[in-house]
T-cell receptor, first 111, second 114 residues
């Protein structure tokens, strides 16, 4: 069964460093998403992406964040200058229509 | 703003039915979902219901939607120890049925005792 994959599973970085989180969505899906879950809090929407552009973004998704689909299979989330409060589990999701399928997540720890 | 609320914890005996409840604020939510998260794993889509439906049954799972009260529930029949997990309710956000943004509840931890 096709699934969304994410790498790495755990990333540790120092404050101020750039990180890139990678996702491979399900191959025939058209819509791509990033969500995050800070420990003990709700899963929060960050951004949705369709037809090679952002279709919606949350207030969290400020200028420090960017997304890209560089090669038609990968979907990446870049955080330019990480802060302590960016520590969270980051989930990628993809959908063909209204069923969103999630990856296993990348745990980002900013020290 | 948009909000989805769930109770945090539910404990049942193996073989009993479990009912996990969720309330939401956005009456324009088009699709409502239930996801399951096992330890160390991602969010697994369990089932969903379209807003013009009252009920959906899928094997041991029954979803009930009360639009008037903005209340969604997930019933798991004959609950097994393998059903122990965190269950998330999610809705499409206001005006987001085209972009797909999901609004999540905080998750209900289901503990199934043998």
């Amino acid at each position: 069964e096709p699934e969304v994959t994410q790498t790495p599973s755990h990333q540790v970085t120092q404050m101020g460093q750039e990180v890139i989180l990678r996702c491979v969505p399900i191959s025939n899906h058209l819509y791509f998403y990033w969500y995050r879950q800070i420990l003990g809090q709700k899963v929060e929407f960050l951004v949705s992406f369709y037809n090679n552009e952002i279709s919606e973004k949350s207030e969290i998704f400020d200028d420090q964040f960017s997304v890209e689909r560089p090669d038609g299979s990968n979907f990446t989330l870049k955080i330019r200058s990480t802060k302590l409060e960016d520590s969270a589990m980051y989930f990628c999701a993809s959908s063909f229509s209204y069923e969103q399928y999630f990856g296993p997540g990348t745990r980002l720890t900013v020290t | 703003g948009e909000d989805v609320e769930q109770s945090l914890f539910l404990s049942v005996r193996e073989g009993d039915s479990s009912v996990i409840n969720c309330t939401y604020t956005d009456s324009s939510s088009t699709y409502l979902y239930w996801y399951k998260q096992e330890p160390g794993a991602g969010l697994q889509l369990l089932t969903y219901i379209f807003s013009n439906m009252d009920m959906k049954q899928d094997q041991r799972l029954t979803v009930l939607l009360n639009k008037k009260d903005k209340h969604l529930s997930l019933r798991i029949a004959d609950t097994q120890t393998g059903d122990s997990a965190i269950y998330f309710c999610a809705t499409t956000g206001h005006g987001s049925s085209n972009t797909g943004k999901l609004i999540f509840g905080q998750g209900t931890t289901l503990q199934v005792k043998p």
